[in-house]
């Protein structure tokens, strides 16, 4: 069972920068494909970014296109999330999730392990 911790959220203002981290009990994270989710109060959950493994490309949601940016310390079995230029519609529960394989997906059913989620408040 592969357990995922999440660390860094917090309170934000508008137009600042966060650093999320995720830290994975896996032997290495290169045969995981790599997901951040996000949900806010009322809303469905959503895929942020994801990581594949084949190629090491990333997928950004549209909406965090320019401004986020997901990357992995294979030493370290952490994932990040680098969030700037944020704004108070990126407030939410930020989740990273794994999805054995080498190509990733912006869908949540896609993903068979999740972590705990952490806080993200972006406001003045």
């Known amino acids: 069972q592969v357990q995922l911790v999440e660390s860094g959220g917090g309170l934000v203002q508008p137009g600042g920068s966060l650093r999320l981290s995720c830290g994975a009990s896996?032997?290495?994270?290169?045969?995981?494909?790599i997901g951040w989710f996000r949900q806010a109060p009322g809303k469905e959950r959503e895929g942020v970014i994801c990581?594949?493994?084949?190629?090491?490309?990333?997928r950004p949601a549209d909406s965090v296109k320019g401004r986020f940016t997901i990357s992995s310390d294979n030493a370290k079995h952490t994932v990040y999330l680098q969030m700037n230029s944020l704004k108070p519609e990126d407030t939410g529960v930020y989740y990273c999730?794994?999805?054995?394989?080498?190509?990733?997906?912006?869908?949540?059913?896609?993903?068979?392990?999740w972590g705990q989620g952490t806080q993200v408040t972006v406001s003045s």
């Open positions: 896996v032997g290495s994270l290169n045969y995981y494909a």
């Open positions: 990581l594949s493994r084949s190629d090491a490309s990333t």
């Open positions: 999730a794994l999805s054995y394989g080498t190509w990733c997906d912006l869908r949540r059913e896609f993903y068979t392990s």
